[in-house]
């Protein structure tokens, strides 16, 4: 490659008519012409005035423009809300309780938005909706010491937030939900449930959004499922008439609270080992509010109920009374002698009674319950007795190593595991023949 030097060759020649050859690495280098490069005091100033430019400090906004903007930003957010909820709400924030440094380190406008924010989300519920749009004209947020937030008589709902505090939507949405209902906008409910259901006693604006969320399935005769919102199983069943409901027991491992266990029919082409649990014996109720429709499986059969409307729902489940599980005992223990008479063992199946226990023993489809008092129960098992000793049961755990005792006379038993004998529990020992268990199975 050649270039044109402002300098020539110790020969007189510009370097430009001079042709070069690099034997070396074999490459000829051919001359071009280039621009003559600039004056050194020239490149010099171009470089102090860019550096110049590029270090000069950037216009800082004052404080009244950033009041301006984050005051934009918080009319937005009551905007949306108004927009969502049919309101016409206004939000300030008291620029005297914030400083400067706070004004440059925080989001003011995106803390004070936040019980906004959740008010839009609790219109959801026609209940609270109607109380937001009644209580609430104004709001104003200011940072304080400590996150609070409190609705006057006049309709001024005061946020205090505190610099790097967290989760202050939620925190407003509880505040809505605990507060209490005031006689204006409701009643409490009347009716006393022996088991309080998820909405209690309509006392505050979350129990009233819980039974506003609940749906409510029947059969257009005496046939009732409630689905309750549960955060933990997505929901909490029961089934009833219409007048009394009974809480169906919640499902083993991870399953949601649309399924129930009912091991009196069953489905042969379910999974056999879903997590550990044989599906097989387990019945749903498969819920789509969009659609509006409910069914009910139970085992192979499917049932369709009509899902009643919001507020039929609402005045049914308000007048109706409310129980534990119907059915209150679960299997414990399985065993058989080779003659083949059983003895079963059930206890109860809530923290309450899980250590009240019954024996039956008999032939099968005629155990009948024995007169016989637990005296023992722990890791190695359970020991009953009559009151003179003259019979006694030792079940080892899980039924191994069980026998039956007659005075001096001692018959060992054989464990018949209870998970793959459910089937012959429930429909052929006669234990549970005349017994409802309290699930939609029962009438489906």
Known sequence: MGIRWSRPTPDGRPFGQTRCRR??????LRPTTVKPILPVSLLLAALLVSVSARSAPEAVPTRAARH??????????????NTACGTTITASIVWSSISDEQLGAYSISSY???P????????????????IQTMVKQMSCQFGAELKLDLDSKGTLSFSTAAGSSNLEEFAKAYWEGMAIPPSLGTPLSVKSPEPPPWGQLNTFG??????????????KAAFVVLAPDRQILYRMYYGDGKKFARVPPPAGRLSGSSFFDPRVSNPNANPNFRGLDMRTYSSVELDTKKKTCVVQCGTRRADLKLLEPKAARDLLSAAVFGPPLHGYKPHVLTRDDRGFYYYVDRGNTPLTEKKFRLFA???GKLKLQPLTNIVSDSQGDIFSTKSGSLRFIAGPGGAQSSWVQGKKV?????????DNFGLIYNDLGVYASERLGTPCDDL
């Open 23 to 28: 034997e070396r690495f074999g490459v000829n």
């Open 68 to 81: 301006a903007a984050h005051d934009v930003e918080l009319a937005n957010a009551a905007k949306s809300l």
């Open 112 to 114: 004070c938005a936040n």
């Open 116 to 131: 906004l924010s959740a008010m839009q989300r609790l219109c959801e519920s026609p209940g609270l909706r109607v109380a």
């Open 207 to 220: 129990e009233q959004a819980q039974l506003e969320a609940t749906n409510v399935c029947s059969d257009g």
């Open 362 to 364: 008999g032939l099968r």
């Open 411 to 419: 018959t060992p038993l054989t464990a018949i595991p209870v998970a």
